[in-house]
Nanobody, 126 residues
Framework: QVQLVESGGGLVQTGGSMRLSCAASGLTFSSYGMGWFRQAPGKEREFVAAVTRSGGRIIYADSVKGRFTISRDNAKNMVYLQMNNLKPEDTAVYYC???????????????????WGQGTQVTVSS
């Protein structure tokens, strides 16, 4: 079955950096657009970043643009989220997700993603 397993979360101070990883299995990874989403306590899930199948096109939420970088390695079935200059408002559970129907443009609507990981907690202390 399809599995997406996130790792790399933890506690970091404001201004620090963290790299999240997502290992995919049970699917043809290069046939899926991949995205990162997050959910803070008491808030709705929100889009963070997404990348097309080939990695050729990427989109970011305005709140993370210039600080976060999404990347993927199709040879390793991995997607990453490099987070720099972290802020307390970045505190959330971060999820990776797979979108089978993403072709040319990566998508920010979580409803279009078929598979989700279990999430990894990121806490940014002030």
């Amino acid at each position: 079955q399809v599995q997406l397993v996130e790792s790399g979360g933890g506690l970091v101070q404001t201004g620090g950096s963290m790299r999240l990883s997502c290992a995919a299995s049970g699917l043809t990874f290069s046939s899926y657009g991949m995205g990162w989403f997050r959910q803070a306590p008491g808030k709705e899930r929100e889009f963070v970043a997404a990348v097309t199948r080939s990695g050729g096109r990427i989109i970011y939420a305005d709140s993370v643009k210039g600080r976060f970088t999404i990347s993927r390695d199709n040879a390793k079935n991995m997607v990453y989220l490099q987070m720099n200059n972290l802020k307390p408002e970045d505190t959330a559970v971060y999820y990776c997700a797979a979108d089978e129907n993403s072709w040319i443009i990566p998508r920010s609507d979580g409803k279009t993603y078929e598979y989700w990981g279990q999430g990894t907690q990121v806490t940014v202390s002030s």
